[in-house]
């Protein structure tokens, strides 16, 4: 039998699903149930994103969200601490796009590289 310890040991992680990278980057500005490292799924567009208060795509189609330009010398902790949030966010929405077969923003890609 496992303890609750075992049964509770992870994190629950929000998807939030939209028609379209506008609607997706309005809803990060008025909607609360939209949390800052939530991921963003824009499915008829082929972006997945973070929510934030500017909200950004990890895949290399931004629509209208934003694209990221980390610094030469950053890795991803120091890049996701920028933004106040878990790299865990990061690896999460990029792993829904790779796993949808959407192409990874290259700057992100080499961030990610070294744990992968």
Known sequence: ???DSERFAFTARRIHGF???GNAYDATQTDDRISSGDTLLILPEGVVGVAHCWPFAVTQMTGKLHGVQPKAHEALGDFAAAFNI???DIEAAIALAMALGFAIDPALAALIAPIA
């Open 19 to 21: 028609a379209s990278t």
């Open 1 to 3: 039998m496992l303890t």
């Open 86 to 88: 878990n790299t865990a």
